[in-house]
Nanobody, 120 residues
């Protein structure tokens, strides 16, 4: 059973920083791309950042220059360093991983979400 467990959310003041972590557990062949998404009530979930197995990265325009995605393959983990946070970054953040099982099937897995609130 593959699970993604997130941590690191919370309340932070504008211009502050937070670091989100997400670790995969379970038995599988490998992890391909990993990413972070966010969602606010009444809106669709949106991509924040992606990192490939080769550590190529992509960011939403709204977070470029402020957020940094990274991964640690040995720990089966992905991280999101968020700096210069703005109130509009307030959302539930979800991690996501494209995982190849031992049967060589690929599937997308999601974490449970962690709340990030940016407010003074």
């Amino acid at each position: 059973q593959v699970q993604l467990v997130e941590s690191g959310g919370g309340l932070v003041r504008p211009s502050g920083s937070l670091r989100l972590s997400c670790a995969a557990s379970g038995s599988f062949f490998g992890i391909n791309a990993m990413g972070w998404y966010r969602q606010v009530p009444g809106k669709q979930r949106e991509l924040v950042a992606l990192i490939s197995s080769g550590e190529n990265t992509n960011y939403a325009d709204s977070v470029k220059g402020r957020f940094t995605i990274s991964r640690d393959n040995a720990k089966k983990a992905v991280y999101l360093q968020m700096n210069s946070l703005k109130p509009e970054d307030t959302a539930v953040y979800y991690c996501n991983a494209d995982i190849t099982t031992w049967s060589r099937f690929q599937d997308i897995y999601w974490g449970q979400g962690t709340q990030v609130t940016v407010s003074s």
